[in-house]
């Protein structure tokens, strides 16, 4: 199994920057690839920043792009988010994801999320 939790949230004023960070714990199951998804008040949880494990190579959604970056330790304990130039828009629940693919199909394993706002 694989345990997440996550920490940084809080409350910033835009342009301000939070780095989020995620504790990875567990054994016995090869993650793939470690994700960042939000989820805003009445939207779906989208995915926004995604590191891979294998190779370190990254990938960002369009508006996040420039302004956000995801990163690791070199023991895969830890995953962060670095974000800056923060908008009231990206005011969100943010989730670590660990995901793996198996023989039967990919598997996540979620974070509590941590809350962030954006505003002055």
């Known amino acids: 199994q694989v345990r997440l939790v996550e920490s940084g949230g809080g409350l910033v004023q835009p342009g301000g920057s939070l780095r989020l960070s995620c504790a990875v714990s567990?054994?016995?199951?090869?993650?793939?690839?470690m994700h960042w998804y939000r989820q805003a008040p009445g939207k779906q949880r989208e995915s926004i920043a995604s590191?891979?494990?294998?190779?370190?190579?990254?990938s960002y959604v369009d508006f996040v792009e420039g302004r956000f970056t995801i990163s690791r330790d070199n023991a895969g304990s830890m995953v962060y988010l670095q974000m800056n130039n923060l908008r009231p828009e990206d005011t969100a629940v943010y989730y670590c994801?660990?995901?793996?693919?198996?023989?039967?199909?990919?598997?996540?394993?979620w974070g509590q999320g941590t809350q962030v706002t954006v505003s002055s």
């Open positions: 994801n660990a995901r793996s693919y198996t023989d039967y199909g990919p598997r996540d394993y």
């Open positions: 567990g054994s016995g199951v090869r993650i793939d690839a």
């Open positions: 590191i891979w494990t294998n190779n370190g190579r990254t």
